[in-house]
Structures are given as C-alpha cells and as structure tokens.
C-alpha cells in the first residue's frame, strides 16, 4: 500500500500553471486521507517513501490544507539519515506549512528554515539557500521583534545566490520582497517610487518566465500598493488580474487574498455589498482549505455591515474578528489589530468618538487615508 501511495502522488505531481494541475489536485484532494492513514503508518526511513509519499504529500497540503501530522512524521523519520538535502527540503516545508496555518508558531516557523539553510550552505545548493532566504524575510514580517535591516538583510542574501546562479525567477522573488517591504514599512514619496519599481520589475519577470502563481502574488501586491495610494481604479483591475489567475491556475491562496483585497477596494469605493460579498467569499475559499475565518476578512466585513445599518450584524464580526486575533499567537502586527478593531468597536457604539493617537497609527496601517476618512465620516 505504501508503494501504491507513492506512485500515486508522484502520477498527479503538477506545479501551478501546468493544464493539468485542476485534475491533480481534484485526484489529491479526493484521495488525501487514505494517502495520509497509509503515509502516517510509515516506519522505516527508506529516502525514497519520504521523499517521493511523505513529502510530496505534505507540499500539496501546503498548498491547499495546511495541516503538520505528514510533515512531522516525516521530520521523525529523516533524522535517521544521512541526507541534508532531504532534511533541508522537510524542514523547509514544514516552514511553509506553518506560515500557511490559521496560527503561526512563529519562533518554531524560523527555527525550520534557519536549520533548512544550514543545511543547504552546507551542501552546497544555493537555490535552495536563496529561497530560504526569502522564506526568512516572510515569517520574519510575523515576528514581534522584527528591525527592517534584519528583513532587508535576508533578502540581499538571497539575491546574491540567485545572481551567482542566473536565477532570473530567484531575482523577480526578491524584487517582490524588496516592493512588499517599500509599501508595509514606509511612508515616504522618494521610497514609494522605489517600490513601484521593485513591484513592476518581478511582475514582468513573472510574466516573461511564465511563472503564473508568482505573478498572481505580485499582481495583488501592486494592488497593494495603489489601495494605499488611493488609486482605487487601478488598485481594482489589478486585485480583479490576480483572482482570475489565481482561479486559472487552481491556486487557492491567490484567490483567498485576492478577495480579501478586492472587498477592501470596493469599501474604499463606497461599494459595501460589494465589499461584504467578497470578504465572505474569501472566508469560504479559506474553509476550503482548512482554515478558520482571519480576523481581517471578519474586519471588513464589520465595516461593510455597519454602512449597510446591520449594526448587530457589524458587532458580532467585530466580535469575532477580535476574537481570532486573541486567539493567534502574538505577531509584529498583533497590536495594531487589536487597537484597530477595539476602536472600530467602540467607534460603533459611539459614533462621534475619534480615535487617540495609538488608535490612528493603528488604523492608518491598515487602511489608506481617504477610505479611513470614509469609515470615520458615518458607520
């Protein structure tokens, strides 16, 4: 039954963008838990089983239902053995995983890939070192303690392995990361035309190269970065690319933040059935994958209720996103969620309450200003 496992995850292997990707996943998702009863039966730390059944099942949960009992049994198992790039290639997974989860255990998330790059220097395998790297930057964006040099300095190392190797694709990935940084961190005119740069640089990488899942991310940051910008037009068609190539290419993370953008755009446009529509559609792509409702999708959709006059209705989400992020293991971003929400919750009860200036700083990083003004002006 193992080996019947194995085969069977290595005939439905398709990577996003591939015309045969749907029907894989279909089979996969169909299949999971009898692959994941015969995988977790597993004993013996034969590379081969754990590479090509355990592992190989574990990216495709990464993927579309983040879970840990297949990745954790693999990380038992390899230990065993001799073979830092399959103990790389685990570790990094299960990295990824967790990034991916509802929750984010985010000391142990790091404490992956920094042991996944030791063993890939090691080796030596700098592709796999670089995107490391970047997986670094990412799960450091969660950490409470978080410096931006320590973000930037992850990336910079990434970019010199992907330079040494020609990588075009690795070089589009950092240019992503550089714009994410530009647009979460800053403020400032000069840097938001460096960022708009980083941005339209890896979108046109991707597009070049093909890599649909990679320019579905980038798409939706560009959309990012117009919302901030109160460019709410050009923010919508980008958001409306990334969804339906995101949904081209069964690619339900893609979708999940596309629409999650989308219903902040269309607040912002004064569209608020619009906007709850899409916030709810968002919360049933993330069940869909095995997630619980994020606190941000529950947030936008206490606002959309709350211009629509369903004050109860706008309570009780509120609630409920309040809720998810005390429920969360504290991130970078865990205070200024929950300062936001409070407010907005007493903001509800008492209209004319403005908010003290942690309460403002908090809102301003979620929301661009016209549409904060917006929210502030009647709900």
Known sequence: MIKAACAFLKEHEADFGNP???????????EEGN?????????TSDPHVIRNGLLSLAQYQKNNRPRVDIIEHALKLVQGLDDKLLQGDILSCYGDISMNLSYIHIDKCLQHFKEALDLFLSVPDKKKAAETCLAINYALAFHPNVTLDSRIDAIREAKINFES?????????????LGELGWQYSTEEETFAVTLS?????EEIFAEIKNLSLHAVTTIRLASFYYKRCQYDLASSWAASSLEESQSIGYPIGCLLALRTLGQIASAQGDHEGSLQHFIESIKVGKSMGLSPSGDALEGMGIAWAKLGQVIDAHKAFEEALHQHYSEEPTRNSEHDILRIQFLLNHL????????NNELRALQKWYSQDHLDRILTVM
């Open 20 to 30: 045969s990707y749907k029907e894989h996943v279909a089979a996969l998702s169909q």
């Open 35 to 43: 692959l994941e009863a015969i995988l977790l039966r597993v004993t």
């Open 165 to 177: 190797i020609d990588d075009e694709g690795g070089i589009g990935c950092c240019e992503l990361a």
């Open 198 to 202: 980083s941005l339209e640089l890896a």
């Open 349 to 356: 009860r008492n209209p004319k309450l403005s908010p003290n």
